[in-house]
């Protein structure tokens, strides 16, 4: 299928309508682009979509015979804004946002393409389900009544831990607070989403750092830097259009771009200084890099004395990385990391940029709170042009994790103590005693303690969904072994140890898959029966927010109606909550009309709940004012200047404290006390403590611009207003709520009335405190970061010298760490394989690739093959190969000869299902769903692995060998 890429001078002879008339009219360059359903970034994007996105349709457009509506694009979290042309309810024209202050009338091919992605004809179209190998058409009655009584009778058997709700970065805010709480009224904290996968490690690294997991800055700031640093990161491809706003900076500023990564990437074809390490050496290299800035004194002394705690222990630990030790670690000569420290201490602020490349790593929260040390180090945090800007992978991973729909946690990171369930109870108006009720009575030893109820145990991570399958079951702790799996708009592909996958689907009970496109899921297993496909609309068949990568949330309007026989993810919740006997109390203060939960009602729900990251200004009619006047806000601070949301900054980008009424502006950059609270200042927060062996954890001297508190101060409570005085600034109603709760010892985060939050800032005090971030974080394996060996590395000196960890029980199972890395599989298998993006595709590429305008770009699965390797193989650039990994799993792919990758090195991209070492499946898929290309997944060959807190899959550093096939 697609084999003959399209020949565009032969297409354009063929053009009929607009396209045609252009050749013999004068048409203005916008009436052209809105036209052929594009926009400006136009021209690469009509090459990249073949110019055809609205073939039929472009003269309607032309002619304004059409309803505009707002979107967000649906596959990276830059937010691009989406302007969708609509005519008698079908969507015919699409443009880019030219008042979006993100991408500026820009699309990338993805971005230009997404009028397909609802159109599609390879999506799912009515409910199905596997019966005697065949896949048989049901009605969404049947449906809902065969996969609800087998869950329930799993429920009475097993217990609710053996169902397994693992979630989606594709879903909206609304949808995805809704999934969490769903999976509580269910009973369980076996649910999980592919934040797991992706940035896990930079959430638990960055908010132990300094407060909050999120990215500090804005794609929009980076125009203030004077330095861009990326490491693991490959944005020209992953993020297209978020390299506008770095080249805006590299050119306006003649800022240097540092790319460190070990694949020349096309991000790194931009850069002035490109550095190549090897994969898996992040730590050591971050470190090089700091041995010359302490070693020269580079170093920001007084940011350190203010606002750090900890930079002594990291420097005890960097002395011992001098040039000749990095250069034998990571490959990079101590000279370029000379060059790279005092770039960055001559060019000040500067910001720090990475993705997965540095996420997916066994020791991956190491990686990401080195990162943050550097910045530290240099000052570089809570100011304009610095921060970490970290780049989230899909439109909604970053609402979705703050919405909760996670292993660990309730949403807005609450955890799971008894405390963060009571507080949410009192937000649902639920009786505790019956949410502690739903859950197994059961008790297992978790984080050092015995006899922890299932209600407040972490749960099974996505990364691990396996294991609770296949694991024995006394090794386990929870009740039984994960029976069921509810995969809610998730690729498996995109997961590593797919051979394992394969035989875990096989032994469940029940695999449901609820997606616009039938996944990898519905192919890879050899399943007769309990397969089920559910056909979920995607997000431009209905509404609510989204949260961009900046922490700004952005309103989609509903753009068509729900196609063929699908139906929104919150309906869909809605139908499971019915036949599981719990909407009425789930649904107690949220409308519903017919099936369908009314959005609004969703967003005001957790409104009144997420006190801790400020999810509580933005209400559906605040957004929706923002995206009705993205014109009036400034393209590189993001506010408002004049008009309705005068003085907002763009998409109120959390944390916007207080309730809305408050009309705090949101924080533009996190942790800058060159602002107000009220404007968006704040220091770091003060989470930690107040002091650690006699030091003391808070800030020193220094604060937010206009405090009443001109030094550090803890995290406020209702005790801590009363000892100030300011309690009287407090309402009686607000008063009343307090009280409610716990009288004096109401903090911030539980005070349900926002009274707390207010007075605080009246006060020009941020409600979280004012402290010092840390650089050591006692609470972590590896309280200051180290360089550990990946577990399947070819380096045994390194192994020796940086071992693993021992093997440990976390997450509810049994992980293994040296027990691997003892065994060296380096003289089978001595190449490293690693593992990212290309600009056609997104995460697995089930959509993409059933989108025939992308498919037709990449349409064969590959491997990049150092030339020496190569030669050294005997295998030719185009010829097929097998690669194969040390734990069986193997792959026949295209070959790629390339100086992109060292040799030694060989990478493949991820977006890639449908063939089974070697088998094409293409039969095995619904007819009519199977996308247009085809191929491997890489995480076939890729191999067990994980982070040290978080459970993040290694993806990015593990060994393979290469074969002629």
Request: hydrophobic share 35%; glycine share 10%; net charge negative.
């Amino acid at each position: 299928m697609l084999r003959k890429k399209t020949n565009t001078v032969t297409k354009r002879a063929q053009r009929t309508g607009l396209m045609a008339d252009v050749a013999h009219s004068s048409v203005d360059r916008r009436a052209f682009l809105r036209g052929s359903g594009l926009a400006i970034g136009g021209l690469a994007a009509i090459s990249a979509t073949a110019g055809s996105v609205t073939q039929a349709s472009a003269q309607q457009a032309v002619n304004g015979a059409v309803e505009t509506v707002k979107s967000v694009c649906t596959h990276c979290s830059v937010g691009c804004t989406v302007v969708a042309e609509v005519s008698n309810g079908v969507w015919v024209g699409q443009e880019p946002g030219w008042d979006s202050p993100f991408n500026l009338g820009a699309h990338c091919a993805k971005g230009a393409a997404v009028r397909e992605h609802a159109h599609g004809e390879r999506r799912l179209k009515y409910p199905m389900k596997k019966e005697n190998g065949e896949w048989v058409r049901m009605s969404w009655e049947d449906a809902i009544n065969e996969i609800g009584d087998k869950m329930l009778s799993i429920r009475d058997e097993s217990g609710p831990d053996s169902v397994y709700w693992l979630g989606s970065a594709k879903s909206n805010n609304e949808q995805a607070y809704l999934y969490r709480k769903f999976a509580a009224y269910w009973g369980t904290n076996n649910v999980d989403h592919q934040a797991r996968i992706c940035h896990s490690t930079t959430v638990a690294g960055v908010a132990n750092t300094w407060g909050y997991g999120a990215m500090t800055n804005s794609y929009n700031d980076i125009h203030n830097s004077r330095a861009i640093f990326i490491i693991g990161g490959n944005p020209a491809e992953a993020h297209p259009v978020s390299l506008l706003h770095v080249l805006k900076a590299k050119e306006q500023n003649n800022a240097p771009l540092i790319v460190c990564d070990p694949r020349f990437t096309r991000t790194a074809a931009h850069a002035d200084e490109y550095v190549r390490f090897r994969p898996g050496s992040d730590v050591a290299l971050v470190w090089g890099i700091l041995w010359h800035i302490f070693e020269n004194g580079w170093e920001d002394k007084e940011f350190i004395r203010t606002r750090v705690w900890g930079m002594d222990q990291i420097k005890e630990e960097v002395a011992k990385w001098n040039p000749e030790e990095v250069e034998r670690v990571t490959g990079t000569p101590g000279s370029q990391l000379e060059r790279v420290a005092r770039t960055l201490a001559n060019n000040r602020p500067g910001t720090v940029i990475w993705c997965m490349g540095g996420t997916q790593h066994t020791n991956g929260n190491n990686n990401t709170r080195a990162y943050c040390v550097l910045q530290l180090a240099l000052g570089n945090m809570g100011a304009a042009g610095g921060g970490t800007n970290i780049f989230r992978g899909h439109d909604n991973v970053q609402g979705a994790t703050d919405l909760g729909v996670l292993a660990d946690t309730l949403p807005g990171y609450y955890g799971l103590s008894a405390g963060s369930w009571a507080h949410w109870a009192r937000v649902w108006e639920e009786d505790l005693d019956w949410l502690k009720g739903r859950f197994s009575d059961a008790t297992f030893s978790d984080k050092g303690k015995d006899d922890v109820p299932m209600m407040n145990m972490t749960g099974i991570p996505v990364s691990r969904w396996i294991d609770g399958v296949l694991e024995d079951k006394e090794n386990i702790s929870q009740p039984d072994n994960t029976r069921a799996m509810v995969m809610w708009g998730h690729a498996p592909n995109s997961q590593t140890r797919m051979t394992e996958m394969k035989t875990a689907m096989e032994k469940l009970d029940m695999l449901v898959v609820v997606d616009p496109y039938p996944t990898v899921s519905a192919i890879m297993q050899d399943r007769t029966d309990g397969v089920y496909l559910l056909p979920a609309c995607t997000q431009f068949e209905t509404y609510g927010s989204v949260t961009a990568s900046n922490r700004s949330l952005q309103w989609r309007e509903k753009v068509v109606e729900p196609l063929f026989e699908s139906k929104p993810d919150h309906v869909i919740m809605k139908l499971f909550a019915d036949k599981f006997g719990f909407s009425d109390r789930i649904f107690r203060n949220i409308e519903v009309n017919g099936d369908e939960p009314l959005i609004e009602d969703i967003t005001r729900e957790f409104n009144r709940g997420m006190w801790t990251i400020g999810y509580t200004g933005q209400s559906p009619e605040r957004l929706r004012l923002h995206m009705a006047n993205q014109h009036t806000f400034d393209r590189t601070t993001l506010k408002a200047n004049g008009g309705p949301a005068d003085g907002d900054y763009y998409g109120l980008p959390w944390p916007s404290w207080g309730t809305p009424e408050l009309n705090h502006p949101g924080s533009p950059n996190l942790y800058d006390i060159s602002k107000p609270v009220a404007d968006g200042g704040m220091g770091f927060r003060a989470r930690f403590g107040v002091e650690r062996d006699g030091d003391n954890l808070l800030a020193e001297g220094v604060a937010p611009v206009g405090s009443e508190i001109q030094d550090g101060y803890p995290e406020f409570t209702m005790q801590m207003l009363m000892d100030l005085g300011w309690d009287g600034d407090l309402t009686d109603e607000e008063r009343a709520a307090i009280d409610a709760v716990a009288g004096p010892k109401t903090n911030w985060k539980t005070d349900l009335s926002g009274g707390i939050q207010r007075v605080a800032i009246k006060h020009g005090c941020a409600p979280y405190g004012n402290a010092k971030a840390r650089a050591v974080v006692w609470t972590f394996p590896d309280p200051v970061p180290l360089h550990r060996e990946p577990l399947y590395s070819n380096r045994r000196d390194l192994v020796a010298d940086y071992p693993t960890y021992e093997d440990k029980k976390f997450w509810r199972l049994p992980t293994m760490y040296k027990s691997i890395q003892e065994k060296d599989f380096s003289q089978d298998f001595p190449i490293i394989l690693t593992s990212g993006r290309l600009v056609e595709y997104e995460g697995g590429g089930d959509e993409t690739r059933s989108n025939p305008w992308l498919a037709e770009l990449q349409q064969d699965m590959f491997i990049e093959v150092n030339p020496r390797d190569a030669n050294n193989l005997g295998v030719r650039d185009g010829a097929m190969v097998w690669v194969e990994g040390p734990e069986g799993g193997k792959v026949k792919v295209m070959a790629m000869v390339t100086e992109r990758v060292a040799p030694g090195v060989a990478f493949m991209p991820f977006h890639f299902g449908g063939h089974w070492q070697g088998e094409d499946r293409r039969s095995y898929y619904p007819e009519g769903a199977d996308p247009y290309v085809l191929g491997e997944s890489t995480n076939t060959a890729q191999t067990y692995g994980y982070d040290s807190v978080t459970q993040m899959q290694e993806t990015k550093a593990t060994l393979c060998k290469i074969v002629a096939a």
